[in-house]
């Protein structure tokens, strides 16, 4: 069992920055998805297990640089540019399949970290 705890949501303004966090007990491909409320789930990036390899959503392409240490067993979600519609709990994943950027690529969920950004 893979345990994820996600870190370094809060509340900023339109324009603003944040960098979040996931602590993960184990080793594999790792992403972020977002779920914003009355919507689904959604991918916005994945890494792979030696981080050579980066996917994106199109909304966060070029905003969001997603990152990690293995030596730390920590990935690292970077947001620049932060735009309301970014507003969503932020869920770190891990799976073998997270390329597929859909929530049944993910096998493993943390419980969420709440991103706020105000226009």
């Known amino acids: 069992q893979v345990q994820l705890e996600e870190s370094g949501g809060g509340l900023v303004q339109a324009g603003g920055s944040l960098r979040l966090s996931c602590a993960s007990s184990?080793?594999?491909?790792m992403g972020w998805f977002r779920q914003a409320p009355g919507k689904e789930r959604e991918f916005v990036a994945a890494?792979?297990?030696?981080?050579?390899?980066?996917a994106y959503a199109d909304s966060v392409e070029g905003r969001f640089t997603i990152s990690r240490d293995n030596a730390r067993n920590t990935m690292y979600l970077q947001m620049t540019n932060l735009k309301p519609e970014d507003s969503a709990v932020y869920y770190c994943?891990?799976?073998?399949?997270?390329?597929?950027?859909?929530?049944?690529?993910?096998?493993?969920w943390g419980q969420g970290t709440q991103v706020t950004v105000s226009s």
């Open positions: 994943a891990a799976g073998s399949r997270l390329f597929s950027r859909t929530i049944q690529g993910s096998d493993y």
């Open positions: 184990a080793l594999d491909n």
């Open positions: 890494i792979s297990l030696r981080g050579g390899i980066t």
